[in-house]
Structures are given as structure tokens and as C-alpha cells.
């Protein structure tokens, strides 16, 4: 069974696709650069993947172009001031590309063409069969003769409109000056036919257009069979796509509703999304109160009350009640189209394993054609025989495909994906996993990582009101958990101050100027600059600053993260070395480390700080996995060696973390070890049954032991075995590590720091 497909297999090419088209279809980065995502089906293996990435890096104002296997896509990261010709170098190369529009609908077009090649090459084999058995059973001369005829004509159809599923996919890779691996397959098939027309015509005993046309329907079930297995393998993907609303009903100034494309919302749009709808952006609520389903965003199966002000998910469901929402973000930057990315992303990573496997398959075309013509000149040269010898080089031929090779990683990287998706954890980059196994110190942070992130105000009371709005109308204006605490602890009153030049410093506080006076609530180093010294209040993490004079001490409370200390039990026993990184006080992390069984912890760490931690582990010769949520954690997450963040962290900490969690419990991290450290098992064995394959398949094949059809079946078989192997991950019971939430999660109270 090849991986290679046809280049018309999903659907129609780019063709017309315009410079213009190309930039309105485009992602902008918010950093200067744009991203495209195009769908190439005529990738199919190692060396259709290098000749892309290579072709489209070596463009001015390509950042970056990175191929996903599975879903025959490339995406392609570029400068917006100057948008590449993109369209033209793929077709160029014989790639040629398409806007990707729906999944789902280009996978049941490419089966269905399988599946009306496969009826077609099974009726024609069968028909042939029943004439070869009157054959077999003696006919002579004239009879022999119209048996081989009627043959040949059932068998040039199924030729025709069965094999052009290798037939374009080897014309294409020809006409371009390359190989690919239905290139032999073509060649063996054509050969084998032409052989049997032969032997009819010269009036010869034997013709095999039976075993010509069982080939191609062998290696046509094959081929069928491993695009249902991998489109289960990344049916995850399917799923999340199918959850996207393909629209909703905007509200315009005016009053007047209308129905609109998904791609038409904006920020700012406002929606109308009733009972029983998907919410398709992510959204704010400006009207109504509704319970949503929210499983997909955090895996609990419990409805989550909204009501005005509450941020929404896109993919999440409407269950009671009429929303009025404010659209946040477009469909292609919402919460659900990220979760989409990095699925399809898992798969794309460049692991130690997968450039093997790639080199591999690069050098098969020369390699395989040049060992079948060197087992026919040897054949030729023994016995003189070139009908025999023809016969054992076409199944050379067929038999070295090196699929199971070309199938060994991908497949696996998929299926671990799905696995963790699963579970409630996303993956970013395939290679991920691979670095995740190495990793044998983590580190975490605490407010959002370790507890929930949810914490309450507790001294509300002590705090004059004035004071109290002043904090709340600065907290109103972060996202920091601490922030939003004190404004809600404030109610409407949040909205009453009025300030200017408000501005946030991550991992300190937030600043804003009133009365002419300048405010400060946060780390209380930082609030107060030179200023008040005070004992209890200096000493107090979050405070609220005047002039740099302290004015009010916070204290919260938060919620211990479910299963976190079953999560740091079952690292430590795997033994990996645990460390908090806080930006919180002393007395806060104490309790926390205590909570939890941490033996080793720091406290009132700056971001930098982190970093530098962490740098002083990996020089140390230690893999760090860095677990984090906040603005401030996002440096230490790019520099850890892997890393990973809940779906509830800031923007910019999800976009650096190779792993996102989505379920509040902290046992994500002991299952991604895991799943990845399975997944590199799998892989290992994956690439010795390819290996073993070869080494005793392609022997037998040229000392002339195989014929054509027994190579198909063989070939077929080595792949469908390396996919079933790894689909043995989605039946991994569950890790001890992955324990039952408590039913009363602890709590613990601390005077929080700004930057936990």
C-alpha cells in the first residue's frame, strides 16, 4: 500500500487562486507577519514534504512553511508588507494547492473515489477469475485464445478507471523531475498487463490478467484501508470542525437582525444566540443569563451559568437561555479554531524519528528501481528466462514500498494526539512528545497552575470604600486573577472611578492616574517605588499605592487545582524533581508547597527571574517542563525545554506552551508524560517492523518466491500493521496518575502576590 496518492484527490487545485485571494484568505499574526493555510493533496510522503518546506523557504518574505501529513495541508508564515507567490512556486513544483474549506467533505470525496475504484478493479478481477478457470481446466488453442481476449478487454477498462488512483499521482511526480512511490506501482501494474497482452497475442499458454487486475484490486483495498485508518486517527480534528457553527444571527445598530457567514463576524459584532446554538466566536455577554455546556472548553460535563459580562468560548452550547453576545475575536482566531491548530500541528513536528523515517523514504524511488532492474539482468543472465525475470523484478517492485516505513511516525504522533485530546490535553508540535519524555525536573507556578486561579477577597470589609473603587477600577482593567478579584469583590462600583493613562506591568501591577494623583495596585515593591516602608503593609503581597504611600493590604483565598498533589506524587515517583516558581510571597508559596507535598520552592520571583532558574537547570544538564498559566509565565515557558499551560492562561502563555490542558485537574501533566512516553515506544516498534519487513521481504521477492499479487498483499499488509500498532494507544487504560478529584477541594489562604 502506497502513501502516495493521487494530486486530484481533494478535489480541485488552486488554478486561478489570486495574489489578492491569497492575502484575504491569510491569518494576520499580529506581528508583522500573516499565515496561510492551503490544502495539498499531492503531498504524501518524506520527500514530497522536504521539496515543499524547501521550495517555499527559499521565498523573500517567507518566515516559515511547515507541511502536515496527515491532512495534506501546508501552512505557510510570511511578511504582510509583501505577500510571496506562494500559489505559483506550489504548482510549479507539482503541488498544486487549494483553499481549505471542509475537511470532512474532502475526506468522503477521496474515500468515495476509492470505493468506486475498488468495486471497479474487485468486478473486473472477479469476471477474469471465472474465465481463467476454464483455462485451468483445459481449453486448447482457439478457446484458449477468446478466454485470454474477452480478458484482456474486461482488464483494459479496469486498468484505466481503477488504476488512475496511482496512475496520476506517477504522471504528475514524472512531469515535475520526480519520483514518488506510485511510480513503481504504476510500472508494475502497466507491466504486468502488457505481458499477459503479450503472451495473448503471440498465442501463448499463459496469460495472468487475473492476477494483473487481483494486483491493482489488492493494492487499491490497501490504499482504501489506510485512508479509513487515518482519517480515524485524526477524527478528533473532524470532530472539532463539525462543532463549528457555519454562522449566527447578528444584530445590527439598527435594531434589524440578520443571518450571517461565520467569516463575516468581527469584533465587536453583536449575536443573537438562542437555546440549543453553538456559540461560533469567541464572545462577551452583553445580555441575558444562560447555562452553556462547556465540556468541550473544560471537559465538565456540568452546565456553567453566564450572565452579562461573562467571557464565552466559541464551540461552547447554549443550553436555557436567549444570549446577546459581543463578538471578541474573528472564527479563525477564537478559542476553537486554536484548539483545531494545534491538533492538525501535532502531527507536524520534525522528531529524531521522523527525519529518519524521512531520509528513508526519500532515497526508495532510486533505490527500488534500481534494485528490480539489477534482479532482472540477474535473472536474465541465470536462466535467460525474461518473461520469469520480468515477472520477479515487477514484484520487487511492488513488495519494497517502504509505507510502513513512511507511516511509522506520523501515524503514531496522530494517535497520541487524539489520545491526549481525549483526556483534555491539546498538542502543539508532535515533537513536543518527544521532548516531554526527556524532561526530569518540572516546574510550576502557582497561582492558575497550582491552585485554580480563582481567588477571593477576604478583607473587603477592612478596606474603606473609596479606597475599595479606586482598586477595583484598576483591577477591572487586567486579567490577572488577583485583579479581577478585587473588582469583583467591588460590584458596580468598579465603573465609578474615573482614570487615565492606565497601564499594566506584567508581573508587577497595573498604574493608572485619578485626582490627579497616581495609583498603583500590585506587587508591593513595585507600588510602593521608594516610598512607605511600613511594616504589616509592606509586608503584605497586593497592595494599592498613592504617590508610592500604601493606602490598603489585599488577602485572598484560593482553591488548590484538583489533583495536583496526586500529579506531584506521581512525578516524583516516576522520578522527576518538583519546584514551585512563584512570584507570591513567602508565606503564601509555604502553604502551598506544604499543601502539596513540594519540598523545593521559590518565592517572590520576578519573570527574569524564572528564566533564570531555568537556564540554571539546563546548565545544570536537566530537562525542565515549565507549567504555567500567567502573562508573566510566558518567557519561562519559551525557555523551559517543554512546556505546558491550562486553557484557562492568558493568550500569549497558550501560544508559547507546547501542551494545553483543558480540564481543571492537574493530573494533564503525569498523562502527557505518559501518552508521549508510549507514543515513543510505539514508534521505535513501529520502525523495526518496517525494518523487518524489508530485510526479509525484498530477499525472498528477487530469489523468485513471490509472484505480483503475493508482493501486493504482503506490501498492504506491512502498512496495516505499523497503523494497527499504533492505534493500540487509544486502548491504554488509564494511568494510576490520573486519580478521582476530590470532592472537597482544599482551600488555602494567602496575602497573594501581584505576580504569582
Known amino acids: 500500500m502506497s502513501c502516495c496518492a493521487p494530486g486530484a484527490e481533494f478535489g480541485a487545485a488552486a488554478g486561478g487562486l489570486s495574489s489578492d485571494e491569497l492575502r484575504h484568505a491569510a491569518r494576520s499574526l499580529g506581528d508583522g507577519t500573516a499565515q496561510i493555510e492551503l490544502s495539498v493533496p ?3 510522503c518524506g520527500a514530497c514534504i522536504r521539496t515543499v518546506e524547501q521550495g517555499l523557504s527559499r ?62 478493479s474487485g468486478f473486473a478481477a472477479a469476471n477474469i477469475m471465472l474465465l481463467s478457470v476454464s483455462v485451468w481446466s483445459g481449453a486448447e488453442a482457439a478457446t484458449r485464445d477468446l478466454f485470454h481476449w474477452l480478458s484482456a478487454l474486461i482488464a483494459l477498462p479496469a486498468l484505466v478507471l481503477a488504476g488512475s488512483v496511482f496512475y496520476r499521482s506517477a504522471w504528475s511526480a514524472l512531469r515535475h523531475g520526480r519520483m514518488n512511490m506510485d511510480v513503481p506501482i504504476a510500472i508494475g501494474v502497466t507491466l504486468a498487463y502488457a505481458m499477459s497482452l503479450y503472451e495473448t497475442v503471440t498465442h501463448g499458454d499463459h496469460a495472468y490478467f487475473d492476477a494483473a487486475i487481483t494486483l491493482l484490486f489488492f493494492l487499491l483495498i490497501g490504499r482504501t484501508l489506510d485512508h479509513v485508518m487515518r482519517d480515524k486517527a485524526r477524527s478528533a480534528v473532524l470532530g472539532l470542525a463539525r462543532l463549528a457553527p457555519r454562522g449566527a444571527i447578528v444584530i445590527a445598530p439598527d435594531g434589524s437582525r440578520d443571518y450571517r457567514p461565520v467569516g463575516e463576524i468581527a469584533p465587536g459584532t ?6 440549543g446554538e453553538r456559540i461560533p466566536v469567541d464572545a462577551r455577554v452583553a445580555g441575558g ?25 466559541a464551540g461552547t452550547l447554549n443550553l436555557t437561555g436567549p444570549l446577546t453576545l459581543e463578538a471578541t475575536a474573528r472564527a479563525e482566531d477564537s478559542f476553537l479554531a486554536e484548539m483545531m491548530r494545534m491538533m492538525e500541528a501535532a502531527e507536524g513536528g520534525r522528531t529524531r524519528y521522523r527525519r529518519i523515517a524521512d531520509r528513508v523514504s526519500a532515497l526508495y524511488a532510486p533505490v527500488v528501481h534500481l534494485t528490480a532492474l539489477v534482479t532482472f539482468l540477474g535473472w536474465m543472465v541465470v536462466d535467460g528466462d525474461w518473461h520469469r525475470a520480468m515477472t520477479i523484478a515487477i514484484a520487487v517492485l511492488i513488495i519494497t514500498c517502504p509505507c510502513a516505513l513512511g507511516l511509522a511516525v506520523p501515524i503514531v504522533q496522530v494517535v497520541a494526539a487524539r489520545r491526549l485530546f481525549e483526556r483534555g490535553v491539546m498538542v502543539r508540535d508532535g515533537s513536543a512528545m518527544e521532548r516531554l519524555v526527556d524532561v526530569d525536573a518540572v516546574m510550576f507556578d502557582k497561582t492558575g497552575t497550582l491552585t485554580l486561579g480563582r481567588p477571593r477577597l477576604v478583607n473587603a470589609e477592612e478596606i474603606a470604600p473609596e479606597l475599595l473603587t479606586i482598586a477595583a477600577a484598576l483591577g477591572a482593567q487586567s486579567r490577572h486573577p488577583l485583579s479581577q478579584a478585587i473588582a469583583a469583590s467591588a460590584g458596580g462600583r468598579a465603573a465609578v472611578a474615573d482614570l487615565d493613562e492606565v497601564t499594566e506591568s506584567p508581573g508587577f501591577g497595573i498604574e493608572g492616574r485619578a485626582g490627579g494623583s497616581i495609583w498603583r495596585l500590585g506587587r508591593a515593591s513595585w507600588a510602593l517605588g521608594q516610598g512607605d516602608e511600613a511594616g504589616d ?79 540554571e537547570m539546563a546548565t545544570a544538564g536537566h530537562r525542565t517542563l515549565m507549567v504555567g498559566d500567567g502573562l508573566n509565565d510566558a518567557p519561562a515557558l519559551g525557555a523551559a525545554h517543554v512546556s505546558m499551560a491550562p486553557a484557562t492562561a492568558a493568550d500569549i502563555g497558550r501560544n508559547v506552551a507546547d501542551f494545553v490542558f483543558l480540564r481543571d485537574g492537574l493530573e494533564a501533566v503525569p498523562l502527557a508524560i505518559d501518552v508521549s512516553a508510549r507514543a515513543g515506544r510505539l514508534i521505535r516498534e513501529n520502525i523495526a517492523l518496517a525494518i523487518i519487513y524489508n530485510m526479509i521481504a525484498v530477499p525472498i521477492a528477487i530469489l523468485g518466491y513471490v509472484t505480483p499479487l503475493i508482493a501486493a498483499i504482503a506490501m498492504s499488509s506491512s502498512s496495516l500493521l505499523v497503523i494497527a500498532n499504533a492505534l493500540r494507544l487509544l486502548r491504554t487504560p488509564k494511568t494510576a496518575a490520573a486519580a478521582p478529584r476530590p470532592t472537597v477541594p482544599a482551600m488555602n489562604r494567602y496575602a497573594g502576590g501581584r505576580a504569582a
Do not use: W
Request: glycine residues 6%; charged residues 25%.
Open 42 to 44: 499531492a503531498v504524501h
Open 59 to 120: 521565498l523573500d518574505g517567507v518566515v516559515s512553511a511547515r507541511v502536515n501529513l496527515s491532512t495534506r495541508r501546508v501552512s505557510v508564515r510570511f511578511t504582510e508588507s509583501a505577500t510571496p507567490p506562494v500559489v505559483e512556486i506550489l504548482t510549479g513544483l507539482g503541488y498544486p494547492p487549494h483553499l481549505f474549506d471542509e475537511a470532512g467533505l474532502q475526506t468522503e470525496r477521496t474515500l468515495s473515489e476509492l470505493m468506486r475504484a475498488v468495486a471497479i
Open 270 to 275: 453583536r449575536l443573537l444566540i438562542t437555546a
Open 289 to 313: 443569563a444562560s447555562d452553556l455546556d462547556c465540556s468541550l472548553v473544560n471537559g465538565e460535563s456540568r452546565p456553567q451559568p453566564v450572565m452579562a459580562g461573562s467571557l464565552v468560548r
Open 537 to 615: 503593609v509592606h509586608r503584605s503581597g497586593t497592595i494599592l499605592a498613592r504617590d508610592g504611600r500604601a493606602c490598603a493590604a489585599f488577602r485572598f483565598e484560593d482553591v488548590l487545582r484538583p489533583g495536583a498533589a496526586q500529579a506531584i506524587q506521581a512525578l516524583e515517583q516516576a522520578g522527576r524533581s518538583v519546584e514551585m516558581l512563584s512570584g507570591d510571597t513567602e508565606a503564601a508559596c509555604r502553604d502551598v508547597a506544604a499543601d502539596l507535598g513540594i519540598r523545593r520552592y521559590a518565592a517572590a520571583l520576578l519573570p527574569s527571574e524564572k528564566v533564570a532558574r531555568i537556564a
